[in-house]
T-cell receptor
Framework: GNSVTQMEGPVTLSEEAFLTINCTYT??????LFWYVQYPGEGLQLLLK?????DKGSNKGFEATYRKETTSFHLEKGSVQVSDSAVYFC?????????FGTGTRLKVLA | DAEITQSPRHKITETGRQVTLACHQT?????MFWYRQDLGHGLRLIHY???????NKGEVSDGYSVSRSNTEDLPLTLESAASSQTSVYFC????????????????FGPGTRLTVL
């Protein structure tokens, strides 16, 4: 069945550091891929998405590229800010359902 | 602006009581979902609905039920609350395109923190 695996956290970085959060998936067919972000006490918000191989989703300085050959959708940001501290979820949408990873907590220190 | 709301935001109840969590969306989305979020498990799907009068079980549906009488609402009922149901519950909705979900992301409510004592 479909599944998503993302790196365990927490990830602690200094402000302006480079961020990578790994996400790999298992799926039949060609799922759409998403990154969601959850700030403390809030629901999940869509951060970016990609719907086909080699697509790059980007938003707020974050990027992720749909890599079919490695079944990956790693999240990157060149220079993180304290305000990026949150939990990040990788997700895929199969034919009918969404599958979420377990989340990676990011803490950015000033 | 369209939104998805949940109520109550916090609830404390006792084992064995019936509890209903409300979810209301003004996106006019056909699809609605209930998840629970627990440490180490991420989001797990409880129930989902593709439209009025349609409901389906997710991966952790035991002890929960839903009903869909209109487009806007999908209440989640815990028939007899158990301590294992202490969790944060999220409702989500998404647009349906054609005969199935194609590419549309889910929009999430703010969550309900439920404690069962």
């Amino acid at each position: 069945g479909n599944s998503v695996t993302q790196m365990e956290g927490p990830v602690t970085l200094s402000e302006e550091a480079f961020l990578t959060i790994n996400c790999t998936y298992t799926a039949t067919g060609y799922p759409s891929l998403f990154w969601y972000v959850q700030y403390p006490g809030e629901g999940l918000q869509l951060l970016l998405k990609a719907t086909k191989a080699d697509d790059k989703g980007s938003n707020k300085g974050f990027e992720a590229t749909y890599r079919k050959e490695t079944t990956s959708f790693h999240l990157e940001k060149g220079s993180v800010q304290v305000s990026d501290s949150a939990v990040y979820f990788c997700a895929l949408k199969g034919t009918y359902k969404y599958i979420f990873g377990t989340g990676t907590r990011l803490k950015v220190l000033a | 602006d369209a939104e998805i709301t949940q109520s109550p935001r916090h609830k404390i109840t006792e084992t064995g009581r019936q509890v209903t969590l409300a979810c209301h969306q003004t996106w006019n989305h056909n699809n609605m979902f209930w998840y629970r979020q627990d440490l180490g498990h991420g989001l797990r799907l409880i129930h989902y609905s593709y439209g009025v009068q349609d409901t389906n079980k997710g991966e952790v549906s035991d002890g929960y039920s839903v009903s869909r009488s209109n487009t806007e609402d999908l209440p989640l009922t815990l028939e007899s609350a158990a301590s294992s149901q202490t969790s944060v519950y999220f409702c989500a909705s998404s647009e349906q395109h054609g005969g199935g979900l194609v590419r549309y992301e889910q929009f999430f409510g703010p969550g309900t923190r439920l404690t069962v004592l």
